[in-house]
């Protein structure tokens, strides 16, 4: 098996959390740098126990997408992490909010970076209308915790230094890089940043109210005001994006009505402004 090309020193010495990333799995390759650190669940390893892989062979993004990693140049990331806090009330038993905070801490790790990237709700981030990075959160619950989530796996996936050929032509005018923005960071600097940004998010969810963070989420995201589209496995949503519920669904107001979508893929593309 190939030796992975992670520099754990210089990840290591960026890093400056408590338990996110002092226990660091890196591979060269997998299939999914989520499935590893359910695995590291079940092999009882601590939390905040992070996967890196230079290249996965099945990495997956929402809706049973599938996640691209350029070998060597991207960041295929997944955290380990324990839940303590009975769940928010609201959607989805109170994961709603998981993968705005894991959004909200990449996009303060790129910034710490040098990039300004835009939130698109509920979990990618854009530079230029292009996606840059993408978040996919999981979560499980044991028999003895009944509705309370017992653990959760956040994974982040982050175009880091792809030049415009690694690129595939389908994602050619979607997708771009830090690299192709200018910027220079390497890989290990990106999953440090993260982490340090993560961690202390991560414990204000744990504390049991996310409103905190929801609000620095609202505060990031640019597209308020302006007409959208969600689509959802019931269909389309279409209105004007006016805010995040309580338990981080995307409120809409539709015909004068407001609606609250839990899930679906956000399209801003060709979206009027509102007024």
């Avoid at 998981?98 to 959004?103: N, V, Y």
């Avoid at 959160?137 to 989530?149: K, M």
Wanted: glycine share 12%; with cysteine; proline share 5%.
């Amino acid at each position: 098996m190939a030796d992975p090309r992670f520099d754990r020193g210089a990840f290591e010495t960026r890093l400056r959390t408590r338990t996110a990333g002092r226990h660091l799995l890196a591979r060269a390759e997998v299939e999914s740098t989520n499935d590893v650190a359910w695995e590291a669940l079940a092999q009882g390893l601590p939390d905040g126990t992070t996967v890196v892989a230079d290249a996965q062979t099945r990495g997956r993004g929402r809706s049973g997408r599938s996640w691209r990693t350029e070998p060597g140049k991207g960041l295929a990331l997944s955290i380990l992490l324990h839940a303590g806090c009975a769940p928010t009330p609201g959607a989805a038993g109170g994961r709603g909010a998981i993968p705005l905070a894991a959004g909200l801490a990449l996009a303060r790790a790129l910034e710490r970076l040098g990039v300004r990237a835009d939130l698109k709700w509920p979990n990618d981030l854009l530079i230029g209308g292009r996606k840059v990075a993408g978040i996919l959160c999981e979560s499980r619950r044991s028999a003895a915790s009944g509705d309370a989530i017992d653990a959760v796996v956040i994974g982040a996936g982050v175009n880091v230094e792809e030049a415009r050929s690694d690129f595939p032509d389908a994602l050619a005018d979607s997708a771009t890089s830090l690299a192709i923005e200018g910027c220079d960071a390497a890989r290990e600097a990106v999953a440090a940043e993260f982490l340090n940004a993560l961690e202390p998010l991560w414990n204000e969810l744990e504390e049991g109210d996310p409103a905190a963070v929801l609000a620095a989420w609202r505060e990031r995201a640019s597209f308020w005001g302006r007409a959208v589209r969600v689509r959802t496995p019931a269909g389309d949503v279409t209105g004007v994006a006016t805010g995040l519920d309580p338990a981080g669904g995307l409120v809409l107001e539709c015909e004068g009505s407001a609606v609250t979508v839990f899930a679906g893929d956000l399209d801003l593309a060709g979206a009027p402004e509102a007024g």
